[in-house]
């Protein structure tokens, strides 16, 4: 999954990118999670991405505090320890763990991978991790929470090798 201005995914299955009945599978920033809750961009209300995307977390931010903070500027607060920030990162990255957990229960993977700009800093990424495996029931705690090795380039990559099945 990847956490920016919204939240993509993809189930990946003996390598191969799982698309679906009309090719869309991976939708997973769509899923509800809060039932009539923050209204979205796609028209629905409560979805995954209102709750944990990093602009979810922005708009927290400035409903919170009036400031207009970026995930740099967020997260830079957030280390030195600004008592008004601290948490609203930490309810926001529990929203991100209740989001996991059900995937994880669906799916069952052996491996969640997690990218995005504001998942390059590592913390985040074990804290998710440690959240997570707290949450889900003790026969799905093999799940690995890892970032994603490309960083906020994957989606690019995933595109170019997207583009060579259309090349002879």
Same mark, same amino acid.
């Given at each position: 999954?990847?956490?920016?201005?919204?939240?993509?995914?993809?189930?990946?299955r003996d390598r191969r990118v799982y698309r679906g009945a009309a090719h869309s599978a991976? %939708?997973?920033?769509?899923?509800l999670t809060h039932?009539? +809750? @923050?209204?979205?961009?796609?028209?629905?209300r409560g979805c995954y991405e209102a709750y944990a995307?990093?602009?979810?977390?922005?708009?927290?931010v400035r409903e919170a505090t009036g400031l207009e903070m970026d995930g740099? %500027?967020?997260?830079?607060?957030?280390?030195?320890?600004? +008592? @008004?920030?601290v948490p609203i990162v930490a309810e926001w990255m529990d929203e991100i763990v209740y989001g996991l957990v059900n995937l994880v229960h669906i799916f069952?993977?052996?491996?969640?991978?997690?990218?995005?700009?504001?998942?390059?800093?590592?913390?985040?990424?074990?804290?998710? +991790?440690?959240?997570?495996?707290?949450?889900?029931m003790p026969n799905y705690?093999?799940?690995?929470?890892?970032?994603?090795?490309?960083?906020?380039?994957a989606g690019m990559f995933g595109a170019y090798v997207n583009a060579l099945q259309f090349v002879d």
């Open positions: 999954l990847t956490y920016g201005t919204g939240i993509g995914g993809a189930v990946v991976g %939708e997973f920033g769509h899923m039932a009539g +809750g @923050r209204p979205c961009a796609c028209g629905n995307s990093a602009r979810a977390l922005a708009l927290r740099r %500027e967020i997260f830079r607060a957030f280390r030195m320890n600004d +008592g @008004r920030i069952n993977p052996s491996c969640v991978i997690i990218g995005g700009g504001v998942m390059s800093q590592t913390f985040i990424v074990d804290q998710i +991790g440690a959240k997570l495996d707290e949450m889900i705690r093999c799940v690995r929470v890892q970032a994603a090795e490309l960083g906020n380039r």
